[in-house]
C-alpha cells in the first residue's frame, strides 16, 4: 500500500484550512478508543445503508486514524478497494503501517488538500465523510470532486454534528458543526439527490451531543 501525497498547497489560506481540517478529523480520535466508538457510530449499520459488501470501492474522506477505513476493508475484503483520504500526512502513515501490520492490501491512503480529495473518476461505489464536512472551507470542489468520482447512482453519506441555521459557516466551524438544511443544500446543488436520513448518533458527551447521517445518490450519467 502507498501514501498518495500532495504537491506544495498553493495559498496560504489554503494550509489553514488543512490544518482546521486535520485536527477536526482527529478530535473524536484522541478521546475515545475504537471500542468506544462502535458502541455510537455503528459502524456496521453505516456500511448497510451505503449498501457495501464484498468487491466494493469506497472512500473515507477525513479518515484520520482510519477508524472507519479499517471497518470498511472488513466489509469490502480483499477484492474491494477502500480509499483512506485526509490531509494530515503523519495520520495517512499510521494508517498505512497498521494496514500494512494487519495485511489489509485494498486500503490506500491518499493525502488530498482542501479542495481536493484525489479520487479516480467514475470508479467508487460511495464515498463516507464523518465529522469532517463542516471544516470543507471548498465545499463546492470537494463536492464537485466527490460527485466525479462517484459511479452512477453511488451513495454518498456525510455524518456530522448538529446545530440550528442562522449562522455564518467560518461561526459554524469555530464549533465544529453545521446545520444539516446547509449540507442538503449543498448536496442538491452538485448533482446529489437525499435517498434518506438514517437515525442519527448521540455523542455520550456534554450531555449527549447530537449528530445527523444523510445519505445521497449521484444523480445522472
Not at 496560504?12 to 490544518?19: D, F, G, I, P
Amino acid at each position: 500500500m502507498r501514501v498518495i501525497g500532495v504537491a506544495a498547497l498553493r495559498p496560504r489560506v489554503q494550509l489553514l484550512a488543512v490544518a482546521v481540517l486535520a485536527v477536526a478529523a482527529s478530535d473524536v480520535a484522541r478521546t475515545e478508543d475504537w471500542s468506544a466508538r462502535d458502541d455510537w457510530q455503528r459502524p456496521a449499520e453505516v456500511m448497510d445503508m451505503l449498501g457495501l459488501g464484498p468487491g466494493a470501492v469506497v472512500a473515507d474522506i477525513g479518515c484520520g486514524d482510519g477508524y472507519f477505513s479499517f471497518r470498511l476493508a472488513e466489509r469490502v475484503g480483499s477484492e474491494g478497494r477502500v480509499l483512506a483520504v485526509d490531509v494530515d500526512a503523519q495520520a495517512l502513515h499510521g494508517v498505512q503501517r497498521k494496514a500494512e501490520d494487519q495485511a489489509l492490501g485494498q486500503i490506500e491512503a491518499i493525502q488530498g488538500s482542501a479542495d481536493d480529495p484525489r479520487l479516480p473518476e467514475a470508479s467508487l461505489d460511495a464515498i463516507l465523510v464523518v465529522n469532517a464536512y463542516h471544516e470543507m472551507t471548498a465545499h463546492d470542489a470537494m463536492l464537485l470532486a466527490f460527485r466525479r468520482a462517484l459511479k452512477p447512482g453511488g451513495r454518498l453519506a456525510i455524518i456530522d454534528r448538529a446545530d440550528e441555521p442562522g449562522e455564518g459557516r467560518q461561526t459554524y466551524q469555530g464549533r465544529h458543526s453545521l446545520p444539516k438544511d446547509l449540507v442538503v443544500q449543498d448536496a442538491t446543488r452538485h448533482g446529489f439527490v437525499l435517498r434518506l436520513e438514517a437515525p442519527g448518533f448521540v455523542r455520550p458527551r456534554r450531555g449527549g451531543e447530537p449528530w445527523y447521517f444523510l445519505v445521497f445518490e449521484r444523480r445522472g450519467a
